[in-house]
């Protein structure tokens, strides 16, 4: 409970109005409001006013209320604790994922044709923000490079393309 929350309900304990509380410390009935609604804080002479007005110590207006704290911090904790459950049942770890990629790109200069298809998709599906992000997307372009070159090997060793003999003329 914040500060404002026990200012009035410490004024309402005790059957006052604003308009009393105001009278009894001098001040406007409007400084009370603001008081209560958290929109400013009283001063250290204010507050020791309001402290014996109301019958209650500073300390018990000004300090937190910790069984209060004790929750939001357990259901903090219980979020976090699903969070990490989700995350290792749905494989979101970017690290794991970086390194699958990496793994598959290699794979695909093994069998020429297939590199090229999916190396485009390696390089679509790798995220930034994996941690092997920049070794997936050099390992992809070097697999293509690669796949290329032994692709039009291939092709013309097939359909006899480019110049396979050479004679020396001299």
């Known amino acids: 409970m914040e500060l404002g929350e026990k200012l009035k309900q410490s004024r309402t304990n005790k059957g006052f109005s604003q308009t009393n509380v105001a009278d009894h410390l001098n001040i406007s009935r409007q400084s009370i409001s603001k008081w209560e609604n958290g929109n400013s804080y009283p001063d250290l002479d204010n507050l020791v ?3 014996n007005y109301y019958e209650v110590s500073i ?15 357990a259901n903090e904790l219980e979020i976090e ?7 290792f049942i ?7 994922e970086g390194l699958m990629l990496l793994i598959l ?18 390089m679509i599906r790798n995220k930034k923000t994996n941690t092997l992000a ?5 390992a992809c372009i070097c697999c293509i490079a ?9 092709l013309s060793d097939i ?9 020396y003329l001299g």
């Open 159 to 167: 359909f006899g393309w480019g110049i396979t003999n050479v004679e």
């Open 59 to 73: 300390d018990e207006l000004l300090k937190e209320n910790q069984d209060l704290k004790n929750k939001i911090e």
């Open 49 to 51: 006013r309001l402290s």
């Open 146 to 154: 690669y796949n290329l070159f032994m692709g039009y090997g291939l």
């Open 134 to 138: 920049k070794f997936v997307y050099l």
């Open 90 to 96: 749905h494989g979101t770890n970017e690290k794991d």
């Open 81 to 87: 604790n699903k969070y990490q459950k989700l995350k």
């Open 105 to 122: 790109s290699f794979l695909s200069f093994l069998i020429t044709p297939l590199g090229l298809i999916t190396s485009p998709i390696l």
